[in-house]
């Protein structure tokens, strides 16, 4: 949800981070996303083709990179996973959910080579 | 560790392993964090630590809000509810029976969102607690800035918990904090027990889950038993109250936790 919204502000830090290197193209971006960040992915993948036009991350690809959320599983222990499904990716019995993040972060853009 | 790069996050060494497992001095660094190294092909990789780039600023203006609402609530001896769940679990009937108990022993009021009518508020107004209505037109949730709107038209004293009933709605409630004390989940027993595993980031952090209209629960073939454990699973911590507004079943239990929220009261 609010996709747009934040690729607006994601488009407004590209921007500005751009600007002072001199970068006259991106050819990725990546984000860090939190489980419970209620950001979609793909959803904001189809925003960000479309608001990108015109700046300079139009035709850059948009990387995820999921942050694990901690589970615990009865049999297994503690265990580190990256969909909210509570099951257990080893044994099948039920997950607790101990920690999953609800940030949106941009960590890391490459800029285009020539 | 950055997991972009698998470089330590240390501000006074900052040597990354590229692709090829050799270390290499970042190339370029700034004062805004951004550093870069020289990959395998030669292209440069950007990136930067900790959480420098959060891209929510719409989400972190929320913030702000509730954080005031909050220091607000605090000043005032407010205890702040915010009560999200689908449309029809019940919230509103539960307001009523429990102010009709509570209020005015313990000064109660109510913040109430929807996107038209003020059915509800009318439907509150008879207990004699102060009740505001929201419209929030289309918007699918209330944010913070709504609510301090709103806290502006209550009385600036006598309250000691504030109700704030959301849209019904389980998704988008959960990305905004409206400053409240404690996040109440509401599930009613003709949603089925499997809610809390399909809506997590709404149930996760709870204080309380609300399993409502128990008198439906046999009719509607509800797993009381499911539903708790799905709750356990989610929300780790949350309390958990079976009840029924229309019977009274198991509002003992759910006013008698209210009041022990109340300072002084243990």
Same mark, same amino acid.
């Given at each position: 949800m609010h996709e747009a919204a934040i690729c607006e502000a994601l488009l407004g830090q590209l921007t500005t981070l751009a600007a002072r290197r001199d970068w006259p193209r991106l050819q990725e971006v990546r984000l860090r996303v939190g489980l419970l960040s209620g950001v979609a992915p793909e959803a904001l993948e189809f925003a960000f083709s479309a608001l990108a036009a015109g700046t300079v991350a139009e035709g850059s690809a948009l990387v995820f990179e999921t942050e694990p959320a901690r589970f615990a599983c009865i049999t297994c222990g503690e265990i580190d996973h990256d969909r909210l499904e509570f099951v257990c990716p080893r044994c099948g019995g039920p997950l607790r959910l101990l920690h999953a993040s609800r940030d949106l972060f941009l960590c890391g853009v490459t800029p285009s080579s020539g | 560790m950055c997991r972009d790069c698998g470089c330590a996050e240390s501000e006074s060494f900052r040597v990354h392993s590229t692709s090829s497992g050799h270390a290499q001095a970042p190339f370029a660094t700034a004062d805004d964090g951004w550093h870069a190294h020289t990959a395998d092909d030669g292209s440069h990789s950007w990136h930067r630590h900790g959480n420098q780039g959060h891209v929510q600023p719409i989400l972190d203006a929320n913030q702000r809000q509730a954080e005031s609402n909050r220091t607000l609530f605090n000043e005032r001896g407010i205890i702040a509810f915010n009560l999200v769940s689908s449309p029809g679990s019940g919230k509103t009937t539960l307001l009523r029976r429990t102010l009709e108990r509570l209020h005015p022993r313990i000064g109660c009021a109510v913040i109430v969102g929807d996107l038209e009518t003020q059915a509800d508020a009318e439907a509150l107004r008879p207990t004699g607690a102060p009740v505001v209505q929201i419209t929030t037109g289309t918007v699918c949730h209330l944010d913070a800035r709504m609510v301090a709107a709103a806290l502006e038209t209550l009385p600036r004293t006598g309250i000691r918990l504030l109700f704030i009933e959301n849209? $019904?709605? @389980?998704?988008?409630?959960?990305?905004?904090? @409206? $400053?409240?004390a404690h996040r109440i989940v509401l599930l009613a027993s003709t949603e089925g027990e499997n809610k809390p595993l399909k809506y997590p980031p709404i149930f996760n952090g709870a204080e309380a889950v609300v399993l409502s209209k128990t008198d439906l629960a046999e009719p509607a073939g509800f797993d009381r038993v499911r539903a708790r454990a799905a709750v356990a699973q989610v929300a780790p911590g949350a309390a958990i109250f079976e009840l029924s507004s229309r019977t009274g079943e198991g509002l003992d239990a759910w006013i008698a936790h209210l009041e022990a929220l109340l300072p002084g009261s243990r």
């Amino acid at each position: 949800m609010h996709e747009a919204a934040i690729c607006e502000a994601l488009l407004g830090q590209l921007t500005t981070l751009a600007a002072r290197r001199d970068w006259p193209r991106l050819q990725e971006v990546r984000l860090r996303v939190g489980l419970l960040s209620g950001v979609a992915p793909e959803a904001l993948e189809f925003a960000f083709s479309a608001l990108a036009a015109g700046t300079v991350a139009e035709g850059s690809a948009l990387v995820f990179e999921t942050e694990p959320a901690r589970f615990a599983c009865i049999t297994c222990g503690e265990i580190d996973h990256d969909r909210l499904e509570f099951v257990c990716p080893r044994c099948g019995g039920p997950l607790r959910l101990l920690h999953a993040s609800r940030d949106l972060f941009l960590c890391g853009v490459t800029p285009s080579s020539g | 560790m950055c997991r972009d790069c698998g470089c330590a996050e240390s501000e006074s060494f900052r040597v990354h392993s590229t692709s090829s497992g050799h270390a290499q001095a970042p190339f370029a660094t700034a004062d805004d964090g951004w550093h870069a190294h020289t990959a395998d092909d030669g292209s440069h990789s950007w990136h930067r630590h900790g959480n420098q780039g959060h891209v929510q600023p719409i989400l972190d203006a929320n913030q702000r809000q509730a954080e005031s609402n909050r220091t607000l609530f605090n000043e005032r001896g407010i205890i702040a509810f915010n009560l999200v769940s689908s449309p029809g679990s019940g919230k509103t009937t539960l307001l009523r029976r429990t102010l009709e108990r509570l209020h005015p022993r313990i000064g109660c009021a109510v913040i109430v969102g929807d996107l038209e009518t003020q059915a509800d508020a009318e439907a509150l107004r008879p207990t004699g607690a102060p009740v505001v209505q929201i419209t929030t037109g289309t918007v699918c949730h209330l944010d913070a800035r709504m609510v301090a709107a709103a806290l502006e038209t209550l009385p600036r004293t006598g309250i000691r918990l504030l109700f704030i009933e959301n849209v $019904g709605n @389980l998704v988008c409630p959960a990305s905004f904090d @409206l $400053g409240e004390a404690h996040r109440i989940v509401l599930l009613a027993s003709t949603e089925g027990e499997n809610k809390p595993l399909k809506y997590p980031p709404i149930f996760n952090g709870a204080e309380a889950v609300v399993l409502s209209k128990t008198d439906l629960a046999e009719p509607a073939g509800f797993d009381r038993v499911r539903a708790r454990a799905a709750v356990a699973q989610v929300a780790p911590g949350a309390a958990i109250f079976e009840l029924s507004s229309r019977t009274g079943e198991g509002l003992d239990a759910w006013i008698a936790h209210l009041e022990a929220l109340l300072p002084g009261s243990r």
